[in-house]
Each structure stands twice: as structure tokens, then as C-alpha cells.
């Protein structure tokens, strides 16, 4: 069981930068991979990014390639979600999402935030 709570959201201007955090409970955080899935108003579920147990494998949708980066630190039990470079497109609830596959697929993650607000300003 894992149980995972964001943080880092906010209101920020187009062309700026927010970090979204993600905590992690359990002892088995690192042997999960962490996501992030986003849904914007009136919008279906996107999955942006992705980062496996040991850093090795990471995805990014084609939308955030470039300008977000998820990394992570299994001795804190946090996986992380650097934005830049933001448009009000990128405006949508962000969940962290946490499973045993390393894949783009939300139905593959048996474990989700609460989700965090970001909104950003033309």
C-alpha cells in the first residue's frame, strides 16, 4: 500500500515555473514507478511523465517534452515535477501516481494523489 500527497501547486504567469512534490508513505516507495497524470478543465486525463524505480527509464508527453522534468529521491520517499516554460494549456489538476509497470497507462496505477492545482495566467 502506498499513499501519496502533492504539493507545489499554484497560480503562476504563462512562461514561468512551478515545482510540484510528491510524498510518498511506505517502505516500498522505491520499487515503484512514480508518475504524473494531469487533467485540465474539460479535458481528457493525460499522462505527462513518467520515471521508473531507478532512474533509468523516463517518458514525457509530447505536450511537456522540453520544458517539464520528473526526477526523483527514493531516500525521501519523493518523486518531483520541475515545470517550465508554462502555458495556460498546462493549466489542470496534477496527480502523482504510483505503480509496479513503467508505463504511459493510467489504468496501470493502483495508487493516486489527491492532486494538486495548477493555473497559469496568459
Known amino acids: 500500500q502506498v499513499q501519496l500527497a502533492e504539493t507545489g501547486g499554484g497560480l503562476v504567469q504563462a512562461g514561468g515555473s512551478l515545482r510540484l512534490s510528491c510524498a510518498a508513505s511506505?517502505?516500498?516507495?522505491?520499487?515503484?514507478?512514480m508518475g504524473w497524470v494531469r487533467q485540465g478543465p474539460g479535458k481528457a486525463r493525460e499522462f505527462v511523465a513518467l520515471?521508473?524505480?531507478?532512474?533509468?527509464?523516463?517518458y514525457y508527453a509530447d505536450s511537456v517534452k522540453g520544458r517539464f522534468t520528473i526526477s526523483r529521491d527514493n531516500a525521501k520517499n519523493t518523486v518531483y515535477l520541475q515545470m517550465n516554460s508554462l502555458k495556460p494549456d498546462d493549466t489542470a489538476i496534477y496527480y502523482c501516481a504510483a505503480s509496479r509497470l513503467a508505463v504511459p497507462t493510467p489504468a496501470q496505477y493502483p495508487y493516486w494523489g489527491q492532486g494538486t492545482q495548477v493555473t497559469v495566467s496568459s
Open positions: 511506505g517502505r516500498t516507495f522505491s520499487m515503484y514507478t
Open positions: 520515471i521508473n524505480w531507478n532512474e533509468i527509464s523516463t
